[in-house]
């Protein structure tokens, strides 16, 4: 039987930082384990033949306002400073997303859009975000454009990604994307923004690259829990899986990704375009814009979202509503009672984590109970 001081589950982000805050700290021996064939979980990226780096899992966009966060990635690598400026489909017309003052006159006539450009700024004031859902409750004068931009923009993006409408799922997730008054066109406004230079796998790579870090890829922790006699245990897998579906299974939904070489310069205005309305699928992805790579050809990525089945596809989102997070909350109280075990990462907390807040709970994780 192998005999490992700390045996982490899962070399994504969570687990990567894990094992270099461990051998880095307090110079422990760690084994990460990944039952993928390849390290970075959902944000791994490789070269393409034309060169392209492709982000296998969907578009990934760092972005972040904690300064610790990204300085502790920035030991690791360089950056792109890039800034997502996608487009949605509507009427027919590639618009500005989020929705923005740019969006208005985009979408509408002039004086159609200067009126509401004036009722919004009058009511809320210049560069300040709304969610949809809170703009549609407002019984006011502004119900139209409420009920347009709920319509084209929210609708049926919402059913396609997580089959329910934006008034059955958290409110936090359409909040995500707010209507923004404002003419900055970036999907984000955070201070520190951008792509790995040299990708995230290098950046995973680099952070894992430490002596005292083995890691196993193609290993599922199923089939070797019982060939390894580790002290202490991380994992940020589904934190259902690991206790059998104690209690149910916790719900998820997951993507298919239609990978697709064209032969062409660009496909697209812009590296992310979505589709609200009349596709099947949410999003399009063109993956050369994220490192400005030139080639005469180009690589898209079709989003198609769809149910988690086990067995069948993948964990890729959480769904976070107030059944889910119960049934969440009995699998944590249940994983308090091991000693020695402990669960993280967007699947072990079952967390609609961004790449930051993953990165940040990792290092205050690792702080507070690990140190
Ligand atoms: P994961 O990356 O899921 O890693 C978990 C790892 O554990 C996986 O490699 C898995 O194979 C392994 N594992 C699971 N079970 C087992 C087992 N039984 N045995 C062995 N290994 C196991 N964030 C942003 O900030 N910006 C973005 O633009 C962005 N875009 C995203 C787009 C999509 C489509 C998705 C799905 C996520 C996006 N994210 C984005 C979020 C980002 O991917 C996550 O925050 C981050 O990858 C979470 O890292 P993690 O290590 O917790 O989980
Ligand atoms: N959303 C939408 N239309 C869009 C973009 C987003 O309805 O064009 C909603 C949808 O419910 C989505 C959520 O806002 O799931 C969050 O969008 P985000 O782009 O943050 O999702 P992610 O990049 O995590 O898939």
Not at 190 to 207: A, F, H, R, S, W
Not at 256 to 267: H, S
């Amino acid at each position: 039987m192998k005999k490992i001081k700390n045996l982490i589950v899962g070399a994504g982000l969570s687990g990567a930082i894990l094992a270099e805050r461990i051998a880095d700290e307090k110079k422990e021996n760690i084994l990460v384990i990944d039952k993928r064939n390849h390290i970075g979980g959902n944000c791994f990226d490789y070269l393409d033949k034309n060169g392209i780096l492709i982000h296998k899992y969907g578009p990934h966009v760092f972005h972040t306002n904690f300064e610790e966060v990204w300085n502790y990635l920035s030991k690791f690598t360089k950056w792109n400073y890039f800034f997502l400026k996608p487009r949605a489909l509507i009427d027919g017309i590639k618009a500005t997303l989020p929705f923005n003052l740019n969006t208005l006159y985009q979408v509408f006539p002039k004086s159609m859009a200067e009126n509401f450009e004036k009722k919004l700024i009058e009511k809320f004031g210049y560069n300040v975000k709304i969610p949809i859902l809170e703009l549609k409750r407002k019984d006011d004068d502004l119900k139209f454009l409420a009920n347009y931009i709920y319509e084209n923009v929210f609708l049926n993006y919402t059913k396609k990604q997580w089959g329910l409408k934006p008034e059955e799922i958290d409110e936090n997730v359409t909040a995500r994307v707010p209507i923004y008054i404002s003419r900055d066109d970036r999907y984000f406004q955070d201070k520190y923004q951008g792509i790995p230079l040299n990708g995230y796998t290098k950046m995973v790579e680099n952070i894992l690259n430490n002596s005292l870090i083995e890691i196993s890829l193609n290993t599922d922790f199923r089939d070797v829990k019982n060939e390894i006699d580790y002290e202490k245990l991380f994992f940020t897998g589904a934190i259902d899986e690991f206790f059998d579906y104690e209690f149910g299974e916790l719900p998820y939904r997951s993507l298919n990704f239609d990978i697709q070489e064209k032969e062409v310069e660009y496909y697209q205005e812009t590296a992310v375009i979505n589709y609200p309305n009349n596709y099947d699928f949410t999003r399009i992805c063109e993956h050369k814009y994220f490192l400005n790579q030139k080639s005469n050809k180009t690589v898209i990525s079709i989003e198609y979202s769809e149910k988690f089945v086990l067995g069948e596809n993948e964990r890729y989102y959480p769904i976070e509503n107030p059944k889910n997070k119960n049934l969440y909350e009995k699998y944590l109280k249940y994983s308090k009672s091991l000693k020695n075990v402990y669960f993280l990462g967007r699947l072990g907390d079952y967390k609609y984590y961004n790449m930051d807040l993953t990165v940040d709970r990792a290092l205050n994780f690792f702080e507070n109970q690990i140190k």
